[in-house]
């Protein structure tokens, strides 16, 4: 079945540092492919999106590239900011799936 | 605001009772969807509604029903509860399915229901 696997956390960086947090997935077919975002005390929400290979999605500075040959799409972001700091998720879904979640990645940003 | 309303956002109860969790979708979404989120398993989807229907199963235990009502809203029932339910309980929703009647890609969680069972 579908199964995505994140980067282990939590993440600690200071402020306008380089972020990176790596997810990969296993999948059937052609998946699309999500970044969620969790602040605190608040549900995720959708971040970015892609839905076919070497598809780029971008939001809020933020950047994932659907990589088929390597099964990936890790998340970037060239400077973080203290405004940043929650919880990440990788999620694979698209026609005919529900989104399968991945685990989850804290981040802290230190100012 | 995502406009995803859950009612209660925290519960406290023992083991062996039955609650209700509710949620309230985005005005004009037809989607309800449930997941669990624990620490050892992570967010899990259980199930979802379309527009009063069930459409598809997760891994949603027997003892936990949930149903949509007219005016759209969900409850997620969970009875007979263990120590091991205590999770956080997000709703989500959206327009509607795609063509294949499944899953939409763009959901709205509520800010979640925790669940404390002692």
């Known amino acids: 079945g579908d199964s995505v696997t994140q980067m282990e956390g939590p993440v600690t960086l200071s402020e306008e540092a380089f972020l990176t947090i790596n997810c990969t997935y296993t999948a059937t077919g052609y998946p699309s492919l999500f970044w969620y975002v969790q602040y605190p005390g608040e549900g995720l929400q959708l971040l970015l999106k892609?839905?076919?290979?070497?598809d780029k999605g971008s939001n809020k500075g933020f950047e994932a590239t659907y990589r088929k040959e390597t099964t990936s799409f890790h998340l970037e972001k060239g400077s973080v900011q203290v405004s940043d700091s929650a919880v990440y998720f990788c999620a694979l879904g698209g026609s005919a799936r529900q989104l399968t979640f991945g685990s989850g990645t804290q981040l802290t940003v230190l100012p | 605001d995502s406009g995803v309303t859950q009612t209660p956002k925290h519960l406290i109860t023992a083991t062996g009772q039955r609650v209700t969790l509710r949620c309230s979708p985005r005005s004009g979404d037809l989607s309800v969807y449930w997941y669990q989120q624990s620490l050892d398993q992570g967010l899990q989807f259980l199930i979802q509604?379309?527009?009063?229907?069930?459409?598809a199963k997760g891994n949603i235990l027997e003892r936990f029903s949930a149903q949509q009502f007219p005016d759209l809203h969900s409850e997620l029932n969970l009875s007979s509860l263990e120590l091991g339910d205590s999770a956080l309980y997000f709703c989500a929703s959206s327009v509607a399915p795609d063509s294949t009647g499944v899953t939409n890609e763009k959901l709205f969680f509520g800010s979640g229901t925790q669940l404390s069972v002692l």
């Open positions: 509604y379309y527009n009063g229907e069930e459409r």
């Open positions: 892609a839905t076919k290979a070497d």
